[in-house]
């Protein structure tokens, strides 16, 4: 039996006695699980559900829903035109067009199509029709909702963990529900609706942006069950999921109608269900993995692509260092070979979007702006039986509107030979500035913008400690936690060669705001790789006392930084000042933190207290630095409507005044 095998025995084992020594006790709750199957879900999934709980109110509370980047018009455009019941290719005007209803620079420039895949368009449609039922009073629902959410995670702390919600022995559970309560009073009584009926009411916007507050918080479920997953241990989970959240964009793309957070969304589903697989070795979880690849070829074809080559590398090569994968009978080795060929079933709804917008199943749908089909869409026939001429942007829409227009692109002859050019455009690597585009996107983007370093900095526990923890102290982790390893830097390498092309753009286009957004999904792989890393070079109780002071951290740290803005007004203030400010304290503290981890590495005595502090310090920043972006420039947003929560919305206009959002 191979080593990868013994594993996942033991670890299975371990598993199974962790979860309840007494059998007899385990056998009796699944035999009443159907009679008490709420009871059953809340015993089992609790810490998931305060997870999702706490990210909902959390997004919640700090959000307006608005846009921040003008490509957002395109989704809303189509989500409104869903909702309209008319085509979903060509723009009708509601977001992006002059008062005379022509198209405005940004539709000129993609002729006036929509290329955007409908997946996030029809996840927002129940959202949209949800809001419908409150119509101008849409937003109150927003604020039960908020009032609510606290309420559910002290009850549920109050039935799970009663311990946990005492201080000093007095119980904290009635004084929260108070607080909740009187904040919904407060917030009723500075209520002001949010226009929805009306035709220019932004509704479609906030219906896109209060989905992705829903697929955060399912993300950060998923996080804490891949942490949980990996790492067996609840509390360290937790700390996972707060590090991977924290030193990230996340949040900030949570609260824009971008599809960013639907991806990250995707790609932690595709890790959690191969993290299941690696340490579980379910056939089902299997299958899901490809499901979930071919749903993210559906939100972003170049990425589904280069993730699907990483994941069957890492899926085979797992059976293939193993011995009972060469011992299988003829069967099971049959349906390991079959096993990636789910990814179609999950793709089925790329290849019909991609037929109807393109007419090839295999074109993905942005190609109609790239020039890849000709750049106007198929004549109709006008009311008096003679060809619709289109040789303008200006007479698409106006076609469109008046129903003389066919809502299909036109593709150019042939099938699966229009899909070559795609690929070899897309993937083609420019070499000339590709090590000074690298140093800029992890460390100093030409551009201005915040690195991916200094949005992530433990991007480099990954990079640096990890591996020479590896080498020095391979003991240090299981055959199988090496493959996990291995899957995540696969999956890690494909985001980047997704956007390979890109490199020269993503360090120098200003507009690529605020942080390298193409490689937002890189922050989870590279989070988790360092969590490997920091669970190899700490104790168990060192992993306690860091959980607590990152919790400790990320309350303080951000509102210390937010007074320094506030105050100081750093390097001059401004957008390019504030990216200056947090830049340096982050690369200050990382360097500290190197210096301590390798001295522990080293076997250099290093007190407890300072490793600690200086990790938590660091996680905390790069939240500030999100909040910043999600708070503070919430004032550059458009299209959209003030925070969700009226007390949020008093608080910024009366403590917060932005003069200047260059």
Request: hydrophobic share 50%; net charge neutral; with cysteine.
């Amino acid at each position: 039996m191979s080593t990868l095998k013994k594993d996942s025995i033991q670890k299975r084992k371990n598993q199974k006695e962790r979860r309840d020594p007494k059998t007899s006790d385990e056998s009796s709750r699944a035999n009443h699980a159907p009679e008490n199957s709420i009871g059953w879900f809340l015993s089992e999934h609790t810490l998931s559900i305060l997870v999702f709980l706490f990210a909902l109110f959390f997004i919640i509370t700090i959000a307006n829903p608005a846009l921040f980047l003008n490509d957002g018009w395109i989704s809303a455009n189509q989500l409104h035109q869903l909702d309209e019941g008319t085509q979903l290719i060509v723009n009708e005007g509601k977001y992006g067009v002059f008062i005379n209803g022509t198209p405005g620079p940004y539709f000129e420039a993609r002729n006036n199509l929509l290329g955007y895949t409908l997946m996030l368009p029809l996840l927002s449609f129940p959202a949209l029709k949800f809001f419908y039922l409150f119509g101008d009073q849409f937003r109150f629902s927003v604020i039960l909702l908020w009032s609510i959410l606290p309420v559910l995670i002290a009850l549920l702390i109050e039935i799970r963990y009663p311990e946990r919600i005492q201080f000093r022995g007095i119980r904290l559970t009635i004084p929260i529900i108070g607080l909740a309560f009187a904040g919904l009073l407060a917030n009723i009584w500075l209520y002001n609706p949010f226009p929805f009926i009306s035709e220019n009411a932004p509704r479609e916007v906030a219906a896109i942006i209060f989905t992705n507050h829903i697929l955060f918080s399912l993300m950060a479920v998923m996080i804490f069950l891949i942490c949980k997953s990996i790492f067996e241990d609840d509390w360290y989970a937790l700390f996972g999921t707060l590090v991977c959240i924290s030193c990230s964009s996340y949040i900030f793309w949570a609260t824009d109608a971008k599809d960013h957070i639907l991806v990250a969304t995707l790609i932690t589903a595709v890790i959690l269900f191969f993290a299941r697989y690696t340490y579980k070795q379910r056939n089902l979880d299997a299958a899901l993995i490809f499901i979930a690849i071919g749903l993210l070829a559906w939100a972003r074809p170049e990425l589904g692509f280069t993730v699907f080559i990483a994941c069957v590398l890492s899926y085979f090569s797992m059976h293939i260092v193993s011995d009972s994968f060469r011992q299988s009978t003829k069967n099971r080795v049959l349906c390991i070979l079959l096993t990636p060929l789910w990814t179609f079933f999950g793709a089925i709804p790329f290849f019909v979007n991609n037929y109807i917008v393109t007419g090839n199943p295999l074109v993905p749908t942005l190609s109609i702006t790239h020039g890849y089909y000709q750049e106007r869409v198929s004549p109709g026939v006008s009311g008096e039986g003679s060809p619709v001429i289109i040789e303008s942007t200006t007479d698409v829409i106006a076609a469109s509107m008046s129903g003389e227009v066919s809502a299909s692109a036109i593709p150019y002859p042939g099938g699966i030979e229009d899909v070559i050019p795609v690929l070899t455009h897309h993937f083609n690597l420019t070499f000339n500035t590709l090590f000074s585009d690298l140093f800029g996107i992890l460390f100093a983007p030409v551009s201005g913008n915040m690195s991916l370093v200094a949005v992530s900095p433990i991007v480099v526990f990954a990079i640096i400690l990890l591996p020479a923890m590896i080498w020095h102290h391979s003991e240090r982790f299981s055959s199988i936690d090496r493959q996990m390893i291995r899957t995540l830097a696969f999956i890690a390498c494909a985001i980047w060669a997704a956007y390979i092309q890109y490199l020269p753009l993503l360090n120098h286009d200003s507009g690529i705001i605020p942080d390298i957004r193409y490689l937002m999904p890189f922050y989870l792989p590279a989070g988790l790789l360092a969590l490997f890393a920091l669970r190899g070079t700490l104790t168990v109780n060192e992993r306690w006392s860091l959980t607590l002071a990152t919790l400790i951290s990320v309350l303080l740290i951000p509102a210390i930084l937010f007074f320094i803005m506030i105050i100081v007004q750093p390097f001059g203030g401004l957008y390019a000042g504030y990216t200056t400010f947090f830049t340096l304290i982050i690369y200050g503290c990382l360097a500290i933190a190197l210096i301590l981890l390798s001295l522990r590495l080293m076997n250099y005595p290093v007190p407890q207290v300072y490793l600690i502090g200086i990790i938590a310090i660091l996680i905390a920043i790069p939240l500030g630095w999100q909040l910043m972006m999600t708070v503070l420039y919430s004032v550059a947003k458009f299209n959209g409507y003030p925070f969700w929560i009226p007390v949020i919305e008093q608080i910024y206009s009366s403590l917060i005044q932005v003069t200047d959002i260059s």
